[in-house]
């Protein structure tokens, strides 16, 4: 069996045994959905009733605040799952004995990593297609034409986020802790990424932090292309910025996570709080 | 199979908040194994014995790849733990202690396929061999059910199976019966000396603080005690290089005998005279090099002070006595120096079958 197949086998396996697990807390799926189609509904009357304030600077991205707003929550989710997986999934693995079962294993550490990270994206990816059908049977106007088009931005902004997730993973295999980096990363990507209002309406000096903001180019162009209908060539600068963010970040993460793993092998701590 | 040369492994100890401020930049280090040198033949069920702390867990690290060693070296089946790792896991699986790294939600079927798949088996192949191991270790008719409901034993056994995935040359147990009660213990044991030694003829390393399941599993034995190698050999050997002096005496002494009148005559050393027991004899412990003509001596030397004897014969210490007595041995003097029979203990590697172990054929 080739390499890249065997490599996928291992990543599938990863994905099927993270969900056999979770679907064995039946209750708690169905509440995960059911959760996610409720959040919605306040969004929706607070988007509604602010619609004429913010039509003017949002015009670009969508004519509509609710879907521009739903867009945004759902890249988001996306944002969020990638900056904290890999280091839940090193910490509990270390707790458990889990990490330490994978890695005596015959597979390579990024094989495993990517297997980890696997299902929790491809949940947050099925929360999200339910956020936008939701939100579409509540009048948001989705162009689903755009929509396998547009994964390809939603893959980018899973790449250009996931090296921080494997900066704390990193962190908590040489310290057991990751301090507050996801939460950073979340709460700038959240102010300056223009998930709730668009980047033009902030204060000239936040726009140059907001350049430096990956879901920012990320997220103008998923809104374009999935509520404004514009084909991918139209956001290819946007594509490209988020490609060079992917590419040096991966880059920076994973010598990191290198140098993490060989600190923690020598100190002895790879598999043991 | 496994070759160590002077494998070696500090870690540093951890400071506390007033250490931290006010020796920022010192450091001090805690050895964990020190300059272990073993050689472990093809097929052999290997012993490592020693007291919680010994460092058994941090040299099972070692050869696993998950912990790197600061100095020596580490070969499974010719190739270096440090610089090829890749290599050492296609040959050598530990089997992870934690029942808690199985995945709890999933049944027996379903761990053992993940982990046949991580292990790079797929499609028919990988059924079959799930299905083997579950064979191997009897638990094909619960194998639809959820892990979280098994029993220790089961959990334990799953843990076996998972490494028998892979066919590994070489298994790695570190305390695999802690968990389990004496009878499931007992059945264990008899699994892992009939089917992984007996059947399946693997090389198996062994940790245990546990002398019996020593004695009952390993053809040899390495005994390790805060890091350091202190003796290598089978039972017997052990015995006699390190128990074989230790003489027990039923008697009635004579009024005012007290054990010190016999220290140091004819080389007869720690005695220890027990109170009388109901039938109004008294147990004499002591150790007398030099073998049974010395002893003869001794013996002598008790009769000449009026001591009654009905009985006077070397001692047959258990494992236990054994392994405390070679720690004991192997305590350094005030001047840097070994007691006893020292580190020559560690150069007995002869593989001969040990007749302790009456259990195994």
């Not at chain 1, 879907?67 to 280091?87: D, K």
């Not at chain 1, 088009?149 to 908590?172: E, K, Q, W």
């Not at chain 1, 490209?240 to 923690?264: D, K």
Request: proline content about 5%; glycine content about 8%.
């Amino acid at each position: 069996m080739g390499t890249v197949k065997l490599a996928s086998a291992r990543v599938g396996a990863l994905s099927r045994a993270a969900w056999l697990s979770a679907t064995s807390y039946r209750v708690r799926i169905l509440v995960s959905i059911v959760g996610i189609v409720l959040s919605i509904i306040p969004i929706f009357f607070v988007t509604d009733a602010l619609q004429d304030v913010v039509s003017d600077s949002i015009n670009t991205e969508s004519s509509q605040y609710f879907a521009f707003a739903v867009v945004g929550m759902l890249a988001l989710n996306f944002v969020g799952t990638a900056v904290t997986i890999l280091p839940q999934q090193i910490s509990s693995g270390i707790t458990t004995g889990t990490l330490e079962a994978l890695l005596s294993t015959r597979s390579r550490l990024p094989v495993l990593l990517a297997g980890l990270a696997a299902f929790p994206l491809i949940w947050t990816g099925l929360r999200s297609l339910v956020l936008l059908v939701a939100a579409w049977l509540m009048g948001a106007e989705v162009v689903w034409s755009q929509l396998f088009p547009s994964l390809l931005v939603v893959l980018l902004i899973v790449l250009a986020h996931l090296p921080f997730g494997l900066m704390g993973a990193a962190l908590i295999l040489a310290f057991r802790t990751a301090g507050p980096l996801a939460q950073g990363v979340l709460f700038l990507s959240a102010g300056l990424g223009g998930v709730y209002y668009s980047t033009t309406v902030i204060p000239s000096w936040l726009q140059t932090l907001s350049a430096f903001t990956p879901l920012a180019y990320g997220l103008r162009a998923l809104r374009r292309m999935i509520l404004r209908g514009e084909p991918i060539s139209a956001v290819g600068a946007d594509i490209g910025v988020l490609c060079l963010f992917a590419i040096v970040l991966t880059a920076a993460s994973s010598a990191g996570f290198v140098v993490a793993f060989r600190y923690a092998r020598r100190a002895g701590t790879l598999t043991q709080y | 199979m496994v070759e160590m040369r002077g494998l070696t492994k500090l870690f540093p100890v951890r400071k506390n908040w007033k250490q931290i401020l006010t020796q920022p930049f010192t450091s001090e280090m805690q050895t964990a194994v020190k300059g272990v040198s073993l050689s472990i033949a093809r097929g052999e069920f290997f012993g490592l014995l020693g007291p919680n702390g010994a460092g058994k867990t941090t040299l099972f690290k070692m050869l696993a790849t998950l912990i790197l060693p600061d100095s020596g070296m580490a070969e499974v089946g010719g190739r270096n733990v440090v610089s090829e790792p890749d290599a050492v896991r296609e040959m050598l699986t530990p089997v992870v202690p934690d029942e808690r790294s199985l995945y709890w939600r999933l049944n027996a079927v379903e761990n053992l396929r993940l982990f046949a798949v991580l292990q790079g088996l797929t499609g028919r192949v990988a059924d079959e061999r799930v299905q083997r191991s579950l064979e191997q270790v009897d638990l094909t008719e619960t194998a639809d059910k959820m892990v979280g409901q098994f029993s220790s034993g089961m959990k334990q056994r799953l843990l076996i199976a998972r490494a028998l995935l892979a066919e590994p040359e070489v298994l790695l147990l570190d305390e695999p019966t802690r968990s389990l009660d004496p009878l499931s213990a007992r059945a264990f044991r008899a699994f892992l000396r009939d089917e992984i030694a007996d059947r399946q003829g693997r090389t198996v390393l062994l940790a245990t603080h546990n002398p019996e399941e020593a004695l009952e599993l390993c053809d040899r034995l390495a005994v390790l005690h805060h890091g350091e190698l202190l003796a290598t050999g089978t039972v017997s050997e052990l015995r006699s290089l390190a128990g074989d002096d230790v003489y027990r005496a039923s008697v009635k002494p004579p009024v005012g005998w007290t054990e010190s009148q016999l220290w140091g005559r004819e080389g007869a050393h720690d005695v220890a005279l027990d109170p009388e027991d109901e039938s109004g004899w008294r147990k004499l412990e002591l150790r007398v090099p030099g073998g049974a003509e010395q002893a003869a001596r001794v013996l002598a030397v008790l009769a000449a002070d009026g001591m009654q004897v009905s009985r006077f014969e070397p001692a047959r210490l258990t494992l236990a006595e054994l392994l405390e007595r070679i720690v004991e041995l192997n305590q350094p003097r005030p001047d840097g120096t070994r007691n006893g029979a020292d580190l020559a203990l560690t150069e007995a590697v002869a593989t001969v079958p040990d007749p302790d172990r009456s259990a195994r054929g």
